[in-house]
């Protein structure tokens, strides 16, 4: 049962340079999520993905790019990386039904560091 | 928009004992869920409970129960039997059956767990 996979765990890079952080899950879950945690904000919704093909925006959209042609795959594109986007990125999944108790079920994190 | 607060920025307790963890939160909607994720130090979002908001009754998993009041908003996790490895970050989140569908997370509350 491999659930949800983060790649790369850990990743350092230069400001101006793109970076893109893998999220493949096996559950078939319809919602896939990004969220990212920093010290004194908590955990906040960058993009979400209700389907394949289907992604919105949420509360810290800017300087992302997201994209799901697979129902598996949820990559995050930071398409000029800059220092504020240092962070811990976390890829989430869940069905939308009672029946999994709408429970959203978590990645490992991506560590990003941008220097 | 619903928010949830966490009015714990840390907690103490000792092995063996009983500690609860507040969590309230404000929303319009009758139907919703509730969480409560255990994050260590390795960054893992580990779900710890689920409460539906349409069932009356607590849920209980093992040695952690919920105190989900409706009608004051309210949602405490207690921790008995508190173990060593219970020490970590905890946080309360709501998920709307609407719109984004995606958790609206608390600040956190740091557990310390000494011998």
């Known amino acids: 049962d491999a659930g949800i996979t983060q790649s790369p765990r850990y990743k350092i890079t230069e400001t101006g340079r793109q970076v893109t952080l893998m999220c493949h899950q096996t559950?078939?879950?319809?919602?896939m999520f990004w969220y990212r945690q920093d010290l004194g904000h908590g955990l906040r919704l960058i993009y979400y993905s209700a389907a394949a093909d289907i992604t919105d925006k949420g509360e810290v959209p800017d300087g992302y790019v997201v994209s799901r042609s697979k129902t598996e795959n949820f990559p995050l594109t930071l398409e000029s990386a800059t220092r504020s986007q240092t962070s811990v990125y976390f890829c989430a999944s869940s069905f939308r039904d009672s029946t999994s108790g709408n429970t959203i079920y978590f990645g490992e994190g991506s560590w990003l560091t941008v220097v | 928009a619903q928010t949830v607060t966490q009015s714990q920025p840390e907690m103490s307790v000792q092995e063996a004992e009983t500690v609860t963890l507040s969590c309230t939160y404000d929303?319009?909607?009758?139907?919703?869920?509730l969480f409560w994720y255990k994050q260590p130090p390795s960054r893992q979002m580990i779900l710890v409970i689920r409460?539906?908001?349409?069932?009356?009754q607590n849920a209980t998993e093992n040695r952690f129960s919920v105190n989900f009041q409706k009608a004051a908003k309210s949602f405490s996790l207690k921790i008995s039997d508190s173990q060593l490895g219970d020490a970590a970050m905890y946080f309360c989140?709501?998920?709307?059956?609407?719109?984004?569908?995606?958790?609206?997370f608390g600040k956190g509350t740091m557990l310390l767990v000494s011998p």
């Open positions: 409460q539906e908001a349409y069932k009356q």
């Open positions: 929303t319009s909607e009758s139907d919703y869920y």
């Open positions: 989140a709501y998920r709307s059956l609407s719109g984004y569908s995606t958790l609206t």
């Open positions: 559950w078939s879950h319809s919602y």
